[in-house]
């Protein structure tokens, strides 16, 4: 046994002191040790004196039949003749006294019989003396409502979806059952603290539902009663209690053990922690599972009471029925509450983007990690960077919390529900903490607010507080200030299911962590992989750009640049940095510019689906080349305008002036099928006409208008067949190709002149040779065709007067062959100078001619790369120039 | 339409004789008294038209019949300068041609050719093609006023 000094006691004390062995009884009842083997009184509680007359003194050694009836003496005596198990408890005995019939309550104890007698009715302790009938009656009663008082829990139970739900149910049976003015269900945490789960109260007392208690509020020592004995009860705090005597039992020599007694009285403690509650009277009921306390069954009332033996043991059979319900209730929910934390978890991880930091994802996660660990704040750190939300300590405090928590180093998990007093942070918001590595250097902590819930005791708190004088006992306020204390660094407890989530929650980051590894090692191979096909296909293109002349060019909208001067060195500039988009607009053809940008606007303004241009652009050496543009939108501004944008030139020159020359030879061809078919039905009209003329004339025997109409029909048919001979001498041309090379010019020019001396004979007029050379690099087919036509076209339209002379020279000067035909005529207005090469293009209809003479010189010497031309004044003569270059 | 018994006068600019000889026949045989003006090229029309030298005494005509292919100025050129003359604009301005070409066609009727007919080849179509010209321009077409 333990000694306590008034000097030296704490809290602590309560844990030591001898509750089992208070060496005294409650006064309603009294307590008697009985030998077996004589049946000899050796034990007996002070108070037998105020029932027999005797003192307990003198009662000690005497026999116990002397106490009781004989009859009840011998029903007794067999009881305890049977082997030493329970007895028939209770046993209705009459006593001698004026207490009337008590019930008998036994227990085996060191090698005695206990037997304590205590009254029968509720109102037994101020009760007349029952008969024994009465007591039968109310002792049966009894049983009927023991029935109904445990059966209903049990049908109930399925009815309740949770413990507290249950607890409720419990409550209120054992409330109406028993009567007291409050009753409460109280469970226990892990660590020892209490909580009322469920309470039915009188209005004119407070209401504890819902209060927390410290585990040191019942120490270790009642725990441990509560095990063994399962009801206990208090039938009045300020009932004085009845020491037994002698004090040890003779058999043993120790103190008589009450762990088993129904009287025994109670810690003086416990009575100052129930008077401090205004309670007077109480009852206690174990909720025990598979040898664990579960909770209590606690009931008080303001005034004494006391409950009969009956009434008490259906109460036990009630907590034995109900006690695991409330653990399989709490278990199945506790299991539930698991599970959905558990499955909120695997949609967290998974939530987590293989694109961003394994912190960023967690901190994406905040709000469903705080659901998934219960707690009020969460953090991540990773290195120095700390992010929080909801409830949390500073974060600059963190890295110390992870350093004072030094998590196991095996599961990288550390938890503390009073984080806030280990390091002396009572101001803290946060108490609980739940500390998880998820690989190094990368810590998530989960935090708990402090329970704020205080408990409320009966009384006026400060006055409360009490250490009895000169006394080894403790009040039990001390108690309540110590709990205030700790309640105010301390969280809800992380629960082995917290430290469970906490590893399956480390091991899917790890997992997905890995994952990414292994996906981002495969993305990084894929990567080089088209990183070096990449740089192939940038080879490719160079060279084919380069062999297709294709330039590429990319605009920076908002720094007005050209970053890529590849569209210039295609061009023959070679120009390196980046130019201004002026270079552009310098380089454009003016005729095209604006054309250009408009489109590029219309573009980059939305209104035109693609830009894509043909325009001229001037080459380093000043020529005009075609190029086709194409270009789209790389890049827009976070606003979505276009900042960038990049194309191709092509180089479309050669196709473009193909695609020219293809329109104008078709456009050629075209006024030559009009013109010739023009001057070709011209002379049909005509000789139809006249036809038709002919015949009319002919009956009206207009002899005279006959003559002329032939005349003119066989007019019209030579022009008709001029033309012809024309066209088809033009249509010869260059038809089997160019032929030049050195010729003998003179001798060329001396046999057409010669050819043509008659006709200019006709006309009075005379061809003279200047100046020729012998020789020149000519087709000779084209040249003949350029001299026959000058100088007929001379004979034909300058020489109307006679004496007109024609004068033909060459000469050869800066290697280009000059060949020119003069005539002394009437001369050509210059306006006409460039219409008379025209095919069909005649200046006078009074001279015969097809107008397909000079178109053919003009034609002959585009073949051999020269041109032709005239010089002329009205009045002066003409001079018909004909240049062929001889390279 | 027209008083009784009135002249046409028509303006032929045609630069083949012959055909001018063909368009003059036709109109003598024609009932529809008519009175002939021919010029060879474009630019006598012209002069012809403006009264100038050596065409002072020259009528204005009720109707220009004009050939395209011209000496000198072609039909279409001088089309234009008519109709940009204020004085000579409202003249009905005829295109005769043997000309198929699309663009002569089109042109002429952008510079505001009043008609434009072909040439037939045929010796009766040709005739009443100058029949029904004269008939058309000089009896049943109802010119502006001031003409």
Redesign the interface.
Known sequence: MTTLSPDTIDLTDCDREPIHIPGAVQSHGVLLGVRPDSMEICLASENVESWWGRSAQSLVGQPLRTIMPDSDYERFEQTVDIHQSRFANPLVISTTTDKGVLNGISHWNSGLVVLELEPVDIAGVEQAQPTDEQARRVNSEAVDRLFHLTMRPTMLAAQAHTVEDYADIVCRELHTFLGFDRTMVYRFAPNGDGEVIAERVHPDMEPYLGLRYPASDIPKQARELYRIQWLRQVVDVDAPSARIHPAKNPQTGQPLDLSQSVLRAASPIHLQYLRNMGVASTITISLIHQDRLWGLLVCHNKTPKYVPYPMRSACELLAATVSPQFVSKEISSQSQRRMKRREMLNPAVRGFTASSRVTESCRQQFPILKDIFEADGVAIVEGNEVYCEGITPEPGLIPSIIADLSPDAESGIASSENWARRMDQPESSVAGVLLIELREDLVFLAFRKPLTQVVRWGGDPAKAVQKIEGSARLAPRASFEEFLETVRGTSKPWTMTDLELAEDFQQAVMQFVIKRLETQAAEARVREKLKSDLRLSEVKLALAFDAANIGFWEYDISYNQMTSTHWLSTLGYDEEDDVKFERFTELCHPEDLPRVQEALEAYLAGDAPTYQQQFRMKRREGRWVWVESRGRIVERTESGEPSRIAGVHLDIDALKTSQERVITKNDELQSFIYAVSHDLKSPLVTCRGFLGLLREDLDSGDREAAEDDLRRMEDSIHTMSAVIDDLLDLGRLGRDGVNMERTNLRAVIEQVAESLEEDAGHREATILIGDVCDSAVIDMHASRRIIQNLLENAIKHACKEPGCEIKVSAAIENDILLLSVSDTGPGIRVDFHQKIFGLFERLDSSTPGTGIGLASVAKAAELQGGTAWVESEPGQGATFYVRIPQH | MKERGRLIRFLLIE?????A??VR?NLDRDRIQNTLDRV??GEEALAFLRKEPPYEDAERPDVILLDL?L??KNGLEVLKDIKADESLHSIPVVVV?????EN?RQRAYELQANSYVM??????Q??RMVRDLSLYWGVWNQPPADS
Not at chain 2, 15 to 19: L, Q, T, W
Not at chain 2, 119 to 124: C, S
């Open positions: 630069d083949d004789e012959n055909h000889e063909l026949r060879g090229d292919k000496p000198k041609t043997t000309s198929e070409a002569d040439k037939p080849i045929d010796f009766e040709f005739r």
